[in-house]
């Protein structure tokens, strides 16, 4: 079974730049399947935040950006607000067309 | 506008099978291109994918759950179903059903998601 490893926790003071990183391996982000990110805030449902790697739904900041690379992706959270206090969780796919979500990551505003 | 919401069972007893409903307003479960998922998280933890079902009734399921999962649609109500037999409490979680519409730019993300439905698991 694919797993996505992400940081449990990663924390910036508002106005800073804040990275979350996935992790995943050659048999699901490696092997050429799109990353998608989604944010959750608390007691809330999940929000797809970055589609496909790198692009934006209609409504979400400019302040929040994707990319991947490798076996890996990263979202990037540039002029950090006290609102962007959430869980994040990056999804992809493997050969099977099996749904993997990462293991999540809280984001806290100092 | 389209909304999808979860309903079912709040409680259920361990052994017994959950059934769940996710029903669909403002788009068709039969229009070409639309993937309905059943995703959980238990409490304090991540996500995790369970099931999913495509408009011409292709069923994916999750490996390590696959045996005690099956995915259904009923396209005249708009609702998909899922049951989860031989329930235990560490399934306890918060149930949802996401949208996947590979016609659309977001191709296969989750793009809309229901409120979820919390299930306990408990004697």
């Known amino acids: 079974q694919s797993v996505l490893t992400q940081p449990p926790s990663v924390s910036g003071a508002p106005g800073q730049r804040v990275t979350i990183s996935c992790t995943g391996s050659s048999s699901n982000i490696g092997a050429g399947y799109d990353v998608h990110w989604y944010q959750q805030l608390p007691e809330r449902a999940p929000k797809l935040l970055i589609y496909t790697n790198s692009n934006r739904p209609s409504g979400v900041p400019d302040r929040f950006s994707g990319s991947k690379s490798g076996t890996s992706a990263s979202l990037a959270i540039t002029g950090l607000q006290a609102e962007d206090e959430a869980d994040y969780y990056c999804q992809s796919y493997d050969s099977s067309l099996s749904a993997f979500f990462g293991t999540g990551t809280k984001v806290t505003v100092l | 506008q389209v909304t999808l919401r979860e309903s079912g069972p709040a409680l259920v007893k361990p052994t017994q099978t959950l059934t769940l409903t996710c029903t669909f307003s403002?788009?068709?479960?039969?229009?070409?291109?639309?993937?309905v998922s059943w995703i959980r998280q238990p409490p304090g933890k991540a996500l995790e994918w369970l099931a999913r079902?495509?408009?011409?009734?292709?069923?994916y399921y999750s490996s390590s759950l696959k045996t005690r999962l099956t995915i259904s649609k009923d396209t005249s109500k708009n609702q998909v179903v899922l049951t989860m037999t031989n329930m235990d409490p560490v399934d306890t979680a918060t149930y949802y059903c996401?949208?996947?519409?590979?016609?659309?730019?977001?191709?296969?993300?989750?793009?809309?998601w229901g409120q979820g439905t919390m299930v306990n698991v408990s004697s």
């Open positions: 996401a949208r996947i519409d590979t016609t659309i730019v977001t191709h296969d993300a989750f793009d809309m």
């Open positions: 079902i495509d408009w011409d009734d292709v069923k």
């Open positions: 403002g788009l068709s479960l039969s229009t070409s291109g639309l993937c």
